[in-house]
């Protein structure tokens, strides 16, 4: 059993800034890649960024520059420094992580529940 818990969303007037966490737990060996996704009302869900076990990142278009993913591995733990933030960014923003729970087992894909981010003045 893994347990993805996100923390940090609220609510923060526009071009202010939030960092968002996600701590993993259970049975971790180790995590591959962890991300952070984000599903506007009316929208599909989309990645916004990823970091993988090397710590090579990649970023969705709209949040280059603004958004920086960073991983503590020996937390089991990713974060999300969100500056210079929109409106557009408001979504409830969700973390996901490839885990293995065995040393020689292939991951598996786990979803915490979510955070909501809102950006309004």
């Known amino acids: 059993q893994v347990q993805l818990v996100e923390s940090g969303g609220g609510l923060v007037q526009p071009g202010g800034s939030l960092r968002l966490s996600c701590a993993a737990s259970?049975?971790?060996?180790?995590?591959?890649?962890m991300g952070w996704y984000r599903q506007a009302p009316g929208k599909q869900r989309e990645l916004v960024a990823g970091?993988?076990?090397?710590?090579?990142?990649n970023y969705a278009d709209s949040v280059k520059g603004r958004f920086t993913i960073s991983r503590d591995n020996g937390k089991n733990t990713v974060y999300l420094q969100m500056n210079s933030l929109k409106p557009e960014d408001t979504a409830v923003y969700y973390c996901?992580?490839?885990?293995?729970?065995?040393?020689?087992?292939?991951?598996?894909?786990?979803w915490g529940q979510g955070t909501q981010v809102t950006v309004s003045s």
């Open positions: 259970g049975s971790i060996f180790s995590i591959d890649a």
């Open positions: 970091i993988i076990s090397g710590g090579s990142t």
């Open positions: 996901s992580a490839y885990v293995r729970t065995t040393g020689w087992g292939r991951p598996y894909d786990y």
